[in-house]
């Protein structure tokens, strides 16, 4: 009886460090990566040949790189997240995964995921994805997120990495339409973060965080955010124009930004903030899966399916 008791004690705390583990990759954060890293192969697989083992293969690598940028930085804003009532229960906040452990963890994550796109994909994919993993852990989360208000912007160049990695590992080059697709989602990241930033204001300001809405008020982040989401829809028309995409990419993406820019163009004060940032938020997750569904949709050719 004390045996099996013993051996059913072994097994809860296992399948209790396997979920420690693998919350410290925001595995949200993952998915909603691969939304855009899908919506990037769907482009490029309108005018390349593509294949599911393809896709697969992509996505897991793009995964295992974002999965190593979360680790390294729940090991870095350990001292923020300890200020931050979302984040004070976080894993290495509360001492239950090793630093030195959590590191190794990342690096293992790093190389399988760079290892995955060298060899299923393309050397130009590794490299890519590479570059955004030094903009996240270096530029973002060591240094700018904790000491400018520019963080968030430097934030969405490697948060539009992801799309752009799908993309390259269908074409192997870099065109109009991927540098579009890049900028695109760089828009679209800065009304994102800026709205989670205002529902979550006071968490911010408590662990000393920069963002905008912190240090030069929620009015200027609004304004910042109207400007961001009239550009975003700007260039995703741009992708029609330049006869990229078709018209059901051009109803549904007219369709996510005209209600994305009114809800941000509403009238916003101390009293709705919260509720309107939260709106937002919402809005932009629509539109980034509205998107990126339809391109899987018109984009993927015959042979594919």
């Keep these: 009886m004390d045996h099996l008791q013993h051996e059913r004690q072994h097994e809860v705390v296992g399948k209790g460090m396997l979920k420690s583990y693998l919350s410290i990759t925001k595995p949200g954060i993952i998915f909603g990566n691969l939304i855009s890293v899908a919506a990037g192969f769907f482009l490029a697989a309108?005018?390349?040949?593509?294949?599911?083992?393809?896709?697969?293969?992509?996505?897991?690598?793009?995964?295992?790189?974002?999965?190593?940028?979360?680790?390294?930085?729940?090991?870095?804003?350990?001292?923020?997240?300890?200020?931050?009532?979302?984040?004070?229960?976080?894993?290495?906040?509360?001492?239950?995964?090793?630093?030195?452990?959590?590191?190794?963890?990342?690096?293992?994550?790093?190389?399988?995921?760079?290892?995955l796109l060298f060899q299923f994909a393309n050397p130009i994919s590794a490299v890519m994805v590479l570059l955004g993993y030094v903009f996240y852990v270096f530029f973002y989360t060591m240094w700018y997120k904790r000491t400018s208000v520019y963080g968030t912007l430097v934030g969405s160049i490697s948060g539009a990495v992801p799309p752009l990695v799908g993309y390259l590992a269908v074409t192997n080059y870099i065109s109009l339409e991927a540098v579009l697709l890049f900028v695109m989602f760089c828009l679209w990241q800065m009304p994102h973060s800026y709205a989670i930033a205002m529902f979550r204001l006071q968490d911010y300001r408590d662990a000393g965080i920069p963002v905008l809405p912190v240090k030069e008020g929620v009015d200027k982040a609004h304004q910042h955010m109207k400007a961001y989401v009239v550009a975003f829809g700007a260039v995703a028309l741009a992708l029609f124009l330049l006869g990229e995409v078709g018209y059901e990419y051009l109803a549904v993406s007219a369709a996510v930004c005209f209600m994305w820019t009114k809800v941000t163009f509403r009238k916003v004060d101390c009293l709705n903030y919260i509720q309107w940032s939260k709106t937002v938020f919402k809005v932009s997750l629509l539109v980034v899966m509205s998107i990126s569904g339809v391109l899987g949709i018109e984009l993927i050719p015959l042979p594919f399916l």
């Design 46 to 115: 309108k005018t390349e040949p593509a294949s599911a083992m393809l896709l697969l293969t992509t996505l897991a690598g793009v995964g295992l790189v974002i999965a190593s940028g979360c680790v390294v930085n729940n090991i870095f804003d350990r001292d923020i997240d300890q200020k931050m009532k979302r984040t004070q229960n976080r894993e290495l906040v509360q001492g239950n995964i090793n630093t030195d452990v959590a590191f190794v963890y990342a690096l293992v994550l790093l190389l399988a995921g760079t290892a």
